[in-house]
């Protein structure tokens, strides 16, 4: 089984930057690409940033372009999401995926394996 670990979350004042961390572990897996997405209560599941695991090649949703980065260490397995100049807004549980196959990368639904997410909460 693949398990997809977040860690990082917290409480952040506007402004400030947070890390999350996502480890993949269990059977072999080797990921074609890992992506970060958020859900605030009441709200549709959001894609924020992709990245294919070979390549590197990065993916951003428009609402964070140029404040959030994902990259990812393939020695560790992990891929990270930096968050900075967060606003109230970005407040979610934020979550990291994996998929297995060349796809929409800003599709929830085309990924297979998925985190238990982390609460992000920014206070203004």
């Known amino acids: 089984q693949v398990q997809l670990v977040e860690s990082g979350g917290g409480l952040v004042q506007a402004g400030g930057s947070l890390r999350l961390s996502c480890e993949v572990s269990?059977?072999?897996?080797?990921?074609?690409?890992m992506g970060w997405f958020r859900q605030a209560p009441g709200k549709e599941r959001e894609f924020l940033a992709a990245?294919?695991?070979?390549?590197?090649?990065?993916v951003y949703a428009d609402s964070v372009k140029g404040r959030f980065t994902i990259s990812r260490d393939n020695a560790k397995n992990t891929v990270y999401l930096q968050m900075n100049s967060l606003k109230p807004e970005d407040t979610a549980v934020h979550s990291c995926?994996?998929?297995?196959?060349?796809?929409?990368?800003?599709?929830?639904?085309?990924?297979?394996?998925w985190g238990q997410g982390t609460q992000v909460t920014v206070s203004s």
């Open positions: 269990g059977r072999t897996f080797s990921p074609y690409a």
């Open positions: 995926a994996a998929t297995g196959k060349p796809t929409n990368l800003r599709v929830p639904a085309n990924y297979d394996y």
């Open positions: 990245i294919r695991w070979s390549a590197g090649t990065t």
